[in-house]
């Protein structure tokens, strides 16, 4: 089945600092990539999104390309700012057959940015 | 505005006794899903729903059932709870997730429940 690993948190950062949180998967065909973002005590709200090979989302600073090669799709931004704490979940859509209608996560990064 | 509502948004129950935890969006959105937030395993999808009438398991089903009977409710169902379906319990619509045209995931706020 399809799974998304994240790179083990938490990420501690002082602000303008260069952020990355990696992330790759394992999927048949070709999965839509996504980011999701979660600030304290609220749901999820979608942050950026890639949906074939080489495509790069980004969204508030935050960037993410989509590379089948190496089945990875970091986050990166290059000044964080106390305001992006916050915990990063990377997820995928199936390409088709029984994935399809199912939304995979991975396992949530936190991420602390000190003034 | 925009928004799935959950309720309720905290609940502490007991074993065995039943409850549910309503969603409903107003994005007229078809496609419907119920996950579960626990630390360290990130969010799990229980059951999902592509249209009214139209309901499948996710990762996660067993203990909860789903009805979808109105294209704008999705109730998540605990028959008989346990102490292990205590969780963050997140409810989520989208206008589609076709292949190829993946929608944008509208998350609620969350249903913390406790199960003693």
């Known amino acids: 089945g399809n799974s998304v690993t994240q790179m083990e948190g938490p990420v501690t950062l002082s602000e303008e600092a260069f952020l990355t949180i990696n992330c790759t998967y394992t999927?048949?065909?070709?999965?839509?990539l996504f980011w999701y973002v979660q600030y304290p005590g609220e749901g999820l709200q979608l942050l950026l999104k890639a949906t074939k090979a080489d495509d790069k989302g980004s969204n508030k600073g935050f960037e993410a390309t989509y590379r089948k090669e190496t089945t990875s799709f970091h986050l990166e931004k290059g000044s964080v700012q106390v305001s992006d704490s916050a915990v990063y979940f990377c997820a995928l859509t199936g390409a088709g057959g029984t994935s399809y209608g199912k939304l995979t996560f991975g396992q949530g990064t936190i991420l602390t940015v000190h003034p | 505005e925009a928004q799935v509502t959950q309720n309720p948004r905290y609940l502490i129950t007991v074993t065995g006794k039943k409850l549910t935890v309503t969603c409903s969006q107003n994005?007229?959105?078809?496609?419907m899903s119920w996950y579960r937030q626990d630390p360290g395993l990130g969010l799990r999808q229980i059951y999902y729903s592509m249209n009214v009438e139209v309901t499948d398991k996710g990762d996660v089903p067993e203990g909860y059932k789903v009805s979808r009977k109105e294209k704008r409710n999705f109730p998540l169902i605990l028959e008989s709870p346990s102490p292990n379906q205590t969780s963050l319990y997140f409810c989520?619509?989208?206008?589609?997730?076709?292949?190829?045209?993946?929608?944008?995931?509208?998350f609620g706020e969350g249903s913390r429940l406790t199960v003693l």
């Open positions: 989520a619509s989208s206008l589609s997730l076709a292949s190829g045209s993946p929608g944008e995931l509208f």
């Open positions: 994005m007229n959105h078809e496609y």
């Open positions: 999927a048949t065909g070709y999965p839509s």
